[in-house]
């Protein structure tokens, strides 16, 4: 999962998680991440920034490959696992072209230490 935080002109986008702060991409994630910004491009100004930051050791570990598996397993064929994996690369598509289009500048805090509260 994903919080959004707006301070003034100013969004913090925090991914949160209990898959042990990895942050695996899987549909949950991906549209957590979608819904956080498209909130804040529809909040944004002149002068709007915003910065990504994750809790815990990784940024992003990559795609949920366990969530593919664990589909497959469900429905007892490796295809169903791929078609999920197909699935997640076209969600995270979304992703990117939301980033893209965003009217602010993005800055990815990576391996630094959350923001004060002020």
């Known amino acids: 999962m994903c919080t959004l935080e707006k301070r003034g002109n100013l969004f913090i986008l925090t991914l949160t998680g209990d898959n ?15 819904s956080a910004l498209a ?7 002149a002068g709007s920034v915003l910065i990504t930051l994750a809790q ?10 366990r969530h593919a598996q664990a589909v497959g397993a469900k429905s007892g064929s490796i295809q169903a696992a791929n078609d999920e994996l197909l699935r997640m ?8 072209s939301d980033f893209l289009t965003l009217p602010m500048p993005t ?8 923001l004060p509260l002020v």
């Open 20 to 34: 042990k702060d990895e942050h695996r991409l899987n549909p949950v994630l991906i549209s957590s991440i979608r």
């Open 39 to 45: 909130e804040a491009k529809s909040q944004a100004v």
């Open 56 to 65: 815990g050791r990784f940024f992003s570990n990559g795609f949920d490959l």
């Open 89 to 96: 690369v076209e969600l995270f598509k979304g992703v990117v």
């Open 107 to 114: 800055v990815a805090a990576i391996g630094v230490t959350p």
